[in-house]
């Protein structure tokens, strides 16, 4: 019997980025041969849609996450020991030295079919 995705730790992740007026401009996904959980797959796609921002000139952002646990962490100063603390400290790291503002919100899975599709088929 082969062992489940739960057992061999892999995942994926994606993101979509949108303009002020809801269209796509940049898009991505991407696998991940060891995730820990959930959040640390959740932390690693918000690291990498912060850095494809940063890198399009975006200044003014808001970030909405999949995971309650990984909004509070970015919008918390305090330190997080959970298995993602490293990644949450990469993103609050890009937040602080790449934009102007960042708003943090919670966006179910369901209202953002399109970053978990593209993380599904990665």
């Known amino acids: 019997m082969e062992p489940s ?3 061999i730790k ?3 992740w994606g993101f979509v980025i949108r303009d002020h007026n809801g269209h796509v401009v940049v ?3 991407g696998s991940l041969g060891a995730v820990h959980d959930a959040d640390c797959a959740e932390a690693q796609a918000c690291n990498v849609a912060l850095q494809a921002a940063s890198s399009h000139g975006m200044g003014k ?3 909405e996450t999949g995971s309650m646990n990984t909004m509070s962490a970015l919008q918390s100063d305090e330190r997080d ?4 603390s490293v990644l949450y400290k990469e993103a609050g790291e890009l937040i602080s030295l790449c934009f102007a503002s960042v708003q943090i919100v919670y966006c ?3 209202c953002n079919r399109s970053a978990h ?4 088929l990665s």
């Open 5 to 7: 995705l739960l057992e």
């Open 27 to 29: 898009a991505g996904s």
């Open 10 to 12: 892999t995942g994926s």
């Open 61 to 63: 952002i808001i970030l």
């Open 117 to 120: 599709e593209l993380g599904r």
């Open 108 to 110: 179910p899975r369901s």
């Open 81 to 84: 020991l959970s298995p993602a």
